[in-house]
T-cell receptor, first 114, second 115 residues
C-alpha cells in the first residue's frame, strides 16, 4: 500500500519564482490537507480539499498561495513570487473522511528560498 | 476554539525508563485526539487516536494514552523507553467546529533517550 506521496522532497527557488508542490493521497482517500512547519514552530493548517473543491482555506495566506485537487492527478500547492519567509517544510495529509478519521502524512517538501 | 498545549518542549529519559509526554486540550465539543511522531526529515506517523470509545488507547511501538475529561488531558506514556523512541511527538485535536476536521497541533515535544 503506497502511502501519501509528495514531490519533490526538496525544492530550491530564488525570490520571485514560483514553487509547485505535489501530493498524491493514499489509495481510496479523497480528503487532502496541507500543513506548513516553520523552523522552531509546530505544524499549522493551511487548506483542506476534496476532489475539485476547496472546503476550508482558513489557514492560507491571502496572497500568492493557492491550492487545487483536480478530478484527475495530484493535489497541487502553488506559491507565486516566493519570499524568504516561505522557507519551510510543507506536509500533505490524506484521510478517508473528516473528523475522527486519522490523517496520514507524506514525508513533506522542504522548500528553501535563496 | 479548540487548542492543544504540550507541556515541555524537551523531555530526556534514560533507556528503560518511563516515558511521559503531556498534552492538555481545550474543546467545546467532545474531542477527537491524536498523537503523532516525527523522525528527522520525515513526515508524521500516527501513534494512536481517541475518538470517544475506550478512554485508554493503545497505539503502536508500545505507546498508550489515557483520555481524562475531568483534567482535559491526553498524556502519552510508554513503560520502558528505547533508543529508537528518540523523536519529536505531536499531540493534535481535530477541529470539529468547522467543516473538515483539520488538525490543530501542539508545539511538539522532543524526546531524547540516554543510553
Amino acid at each position: 500500500n503506497a502511502g501519501v506521496m509528495q514531490n519533490p522532497r526538496h525544492l530550491v527557488r530564488r525570490r520571485g519564482q514560483e514553487a509547485r508542490l505535489r501530493c498524491s493521497p493514499m489509495k481510496g482517500h479523497s480528503h487532502v490537507y496541507w500543513y506548513r512547519q516553520l523552523p522552531e514552530e509546530g505544524l499549522k493548517f493551511m487548506v483542506y480539499l476534496q476532489k475539485e473543491n476547496i472546503i476550508d482555506e482558513s489557514g492560507m495566506p491571502k496572497e500568492r498561495f493557492s491550492a487545487e485537487f483536480p478530478k484527475e492527478g495530484p493535489s497541487i500547492l502553488r506559491i507565486q513570487q516566493v519570499v524568504r519567509g516561505d522557507s519551510a517544510a510543507y506536509f500533505c495529509a490524506s484521510s478517508q473522511g473528516a473528523g475522527n478519521q486519522p490523517q496520514h502524512f507524506g514525508d513533506g517538501t522542504r522548500l528553501s528560498i535563496l | 476554539a479548540q487548542s492543544v498545549t504540550q507541556l515541555g518542549s524537551h523531555v530526556s529519559v534514560s533507556e528503560g525508563a518511563l516515558v511521559l509526554l503531556r498534552c492538555n486540550y481545550s474543546s467545546s465539543v467532545p474531542p477527537y485526539l491524536f498523537w503523532y511522531v516525527q523522525y528527522p526529515n520525515q513526515g508524521l506517523q500516527l501513534l494512536l487516536k481517541y475518538t470517544s470509545a475506550a478512554t485508554l488507547v493503545k497505539g503502536i511501538n508500545g505507546f498508550e494514552a489515557e483520555f481524562k475529561k475531568s483534567e482535559t488531558s491526553f498524556h502519552l506514556t510508554k513503560p520502558s523507553a528505547h533508543m529508537s523512541d528518540a523523536a519529536e511527538y505531536f499531540c493534535a485535536v481535530s477541529d470539529q467546529a468547522n467543516q473538515g476536521g483539520k488538525l490543530i497541533f501542539g508545539q511538539g515535544t522532543e524526546l531524547s533517550v540516554k543510553p
